[in-house]
């Protein structure tokens, strides 16, 4: 560690999560460091996260969203903050960099014996988007850029809002404009919102957004922004939106300017590539924070992460460094969350999707378990998707979606994830219970179990994804429902017989063609396929996820997409 009494030089190039954790982690280490922060905004260490929250009121007034100002930073920590102070270049030779005045344009220099980089992200405003500069349309970026969206939403003849991207921002933005009492429509590229999130599961929360009069609309490329409202291609046709604001929320880019132009190495991912102590190819440079690449440990490939949570790490890191402490560095399983209106969501680890392109030999199973004993009045199901190694059975990650807590489970699958834990492991986790709180086998330990079944070869199983396909083909599909159930909502073509009958009319079922199982949640028709199999049944297939995973998952593409329903009613209780 430093000696308290050297008179290290730090200069931290932006002032937000990153830039002003590190800042103020050198002065914990060393008292007598000098750190100075220049930040080219008007504000620093404000929460990026809670913007969304001003527009609804949620948040009431602009300041809360403002953790620290220069003045505290200066009072408590000794820290000298500059703000509209833009660092237009490092030298690194001099060891210095160059500082604008965002004000009056003034010029200084600034020296340094260590520097750190946590210039963000900036939002992505399309260079062929026509209409990207008018006057009613809006980035979200820092509070100002906040407040200037609520001053036009605030205007009596502003009443319809156009959202273009559903990531996590876009998603939080439409949530609180319609709680503002918008009219919302949403438009997104790809076939779903929020990408850290599988597509069987995504599709709960497409419902939510349409539950709440958002109108959402998938494969929509946006190509202009006239007086006259928006205009995009989809389906293969042109339509006019009309919009008073247009909010972009289509993702962020690393802010790499300033380091490239310093002869910084910049990553395969666009994002400055640094070491696993967060220096970058210059040892008296770090960088951290949305500018970054960071390494997954999952993947074993670099990757762009703008998280909160990893940033205020990285800082910590480096600023430990800076000081001479080793912290070691493992990576990032990017845990995540939000609230979409009713539901929560969280996701941890890699999607199914991402192993796959990863080329990694992944499988998953999805339940619907409660999220606590049944008996309890604010019960809830919730949906949970835990991904899987084949045939090691290692945890890759885990998705989980619900009116309940959905976010405490995540930090368990992160906290496995972390330790390189099994579905075995998962399986001998012994937590809190409380009818209240959980059940006494928790969501996690159920998964893990199903999962098990499924790597020793005790289910075989199909997924939702899956089942459009065997419905238009006649395969032979058992619900095993009860009659009431099944005549609230079921597959077409397929035969009734309930659990409760099962063993009085299994020679209904026919032992000469595969068999396909299914039930409310998966749990019933286990336990039919346990049966069957016990009486000379072979070729039996259980449908992850069941009827209550299929209604979600075709619901929003039979109405997106005019499909012909393969239920003759969706049922989601």
């Not at 999560?17 to 460091?33: P, Q, T």
């Not at 990026?48 to 001003?54: R, V």
């Not at 929320?249 to 790499?256: L, N």
């Not at 159930?485 to 299994?506: C, D, F, K, W």
């Amino acid at each position: 560690m430093a000696e308290q009494n050297e008179k290290l030089r730090v200069v931290v190039v932006g002032g937000v999560a990153g830039g002003a954790s590190a800042a103020a982690r050198v002065k914990r280490l060393n008292e007598n460091a000098d750190v100075v922060v220049f930040e080219k905004g008007s504000d620093v260490s404000f929460s990026n996260c809670g913007l969304p929250y001003y527009l609804s009121g949620t948040v009431e007034d602009s300041e809360d969203l403002i953790m620290m100002t220069p003045a505290a930073f200066r009072k408590k920590h000794d820290i000298d903050v500059r703000v509209h102070s833009e660092v237009v270049s490092i030298d690194r030779e001099k060891k210095t960099v160059t500082v604008r005045s965002t004000e009056t344009g003034e010029t200084y220099e600034q020296p340094y014996d260590k520097l750190v980089l946590s210039p963000g992200a900036n939002p992505i405003v399309p260079p062929a988007l026509k209409g990207a500069d008018r006057e009613n349309v809006f980035t979200i970026r820092n509070v100002r850029d906040i407040v200037a969206l609520k001053t036009f939403l605030d205007k009596p003849e502003t009443k319809r809002v156009f959202v273009v991207g559903g990531g996590f921002i876009g998603i939080e933005a439409a949530e609180n404009l319609q709680l503002a009492g918008k009219d919302v429509t949403l438009a997104e590229l790809s076939g779903q919102i929020l990408q850290p999130f599988d597509e069987d599961m995504v599709q709960i929360l497409h419902k939510e957004l349409d539950d709440h009069g958002v109108k959402l609309l998938l494969h929509t490329n946006v190509q202009a922004i006239t007086e006259q409202g928006v205009t995009v291609e989809r389906n293969g046709a042109q339509e006019t939106y009309s919009a008073d604001a247009v909010v972009l929320a289509i993702g962020v880019f690393p802010e790499t300017k300033l380091a490239a132009a310093a002869g910084l190495e910049i990553g395969k991912t666009g994002a400055i590539h640094v070491n696993e102590k967060y220096q970058t190819n210059d040892p008296d440079i770090y960088a951290v924070g949305d500018a970054i690449e960071v390494y997954d440990p999952q993947t074993h490939v670099w990757r762009k992460l703008a998280l909160a949570g990893p940033a205020q790490f990285e800082a910590r890191a480096a600023a430990d460094h800076i000081c001479g402490i080793t912290s070691p560095n493992h990576g990032f399983a990017g845990a995540l969350c939000l609230r979409v209106f009713g539901q929560n969501a969280a996701a941890v680890g890699i999607s199914e999707a991402l192993a796959a392109r990863s080329g990694l030999h992944a499988d998953s199973v999805l339940i619907f378990p409660g999220d606590k004993v049944g008996i309890m009045p604010d019960w809830h199901y919730m949906s949970l998707k835990l991904i899987f190694e084949r045939p090691t059975g290692l945890i890759l990650g885990a998705q989980a979606i619900g009116e309940g807590d959905v976010v405490g489970r995540m930090n368990v699958i992160a906290a496995m994830i972390r330790m390189h834990a099994t579905v075995y492991d998962l399986k001998d986790m012994t937590l809190c219970y409380s009818p209240v709180y959980s059940t006494a086998k928790d969501p996690v330990n159920q998964a893990a179990l199903v999962a098990i079944n499924v790597l020793e070869g005790q289910l075989r199983q199909v997924h939702v994804s899956e089942v459009r396909s065997l419905v238009e083909s006649g395969v032979y599909i058992v619900d095993v429902r009860e009659e009431g159930e099944y005549a609230e909502g079921h597959l077409v073509g397929s035969h009734n017989i309930p659990l409760t009958q099962l063993r009085a009319r299994m020679e209904e079922i026919p032992k000469d063609v595969p068999v396909y199982l299914h039930c409310r949640s998966s749990q019933r028709s286990y336990y039919a396929l346990c049966c069957l199999r016990g009486h000379g049944y072979h070729n039996l297939t259980n449908i992850s996820g069941s009827f209550l995973g299929i209604s979600l998952y075709e619901y929003f593409h039979d109405k997106s997409e005019g499909r012909k329903p393969i239920v003759t009613a969706y049922n989601f209780d």
